[in-house]
């Protein structure tokens, strides 16, 4: 039956431009022959988030449920996260003292909709498609009109 679940390969990254400061993220989906590029820019947000938005953007894009995702990001905090399970310790303390509480609920929405595996890569390390999302990101943060990164607070 496992091999009736459709697999994707997903590669994402983040930028902020100051931290914080203007930002964006880059997602590459690819599924067989299939290819689709996802970015976005943010007037005022930090690097984790924008890595934490393309993971959850990438997942969401997804409409066949569930698939076998292999996600691919030079983002230790996402990865270390997931990986080593301190997101799943954060829900169980309601996120006391964590930031990026309002992503990391979104992202465990649509994570358990999937099978996911986490792989860190090194960033700019010449890895043509973590090459791709870095300049989603970084030139969706220079974009005219920048969207409101709604949940960012900044630190007091």
Not at 2 to 16: F, L, S
Not at 63 to 72: A, D, G, L, N
């Amino acid at each position: 039956m496992e091999q009736d679940i459709p697999g994707i390969i997903m590669y994402t990254d983040g930028a902020a431009r100051g931290n914080p400061g203007p930002g964006g993220y880059g997602v590459v989906l690819l599924s067989g022959t299939h290819r689709k590029e996802l970015s976005e820019g943010y007037r005022l947000t930090t690097n984790n988030r924008m890595e934490l938005m393309a993971v959850i953007v990438g997942l969401e894009a997804l409409r066949i449920f569930p698939c076998q995702v292999t996600i691919y990001t030079d983002s230790k905090y996402v990865a270390d996260s997931v990986v080593k399970g301190w997101v799943f310790n954060w829900v169980k303390i309601r996120f006391k003292g964590k930031k990026n509480s309002d992503l990391w609920m979104r992202f465990l929405e649509v994570y358990k909709k999937h099978q996911v595996r986490f792989i860190w890569v090194k960033g700019h390390a010449s890895i043509p498609e973590n090459e791709r999302c870095d300049q989603l990101a970084v030139a969706a943060s220079w974009e005219p009109i920048l969207a409101e990164d709604a949940g960012y607070k900044p630190d007091k």
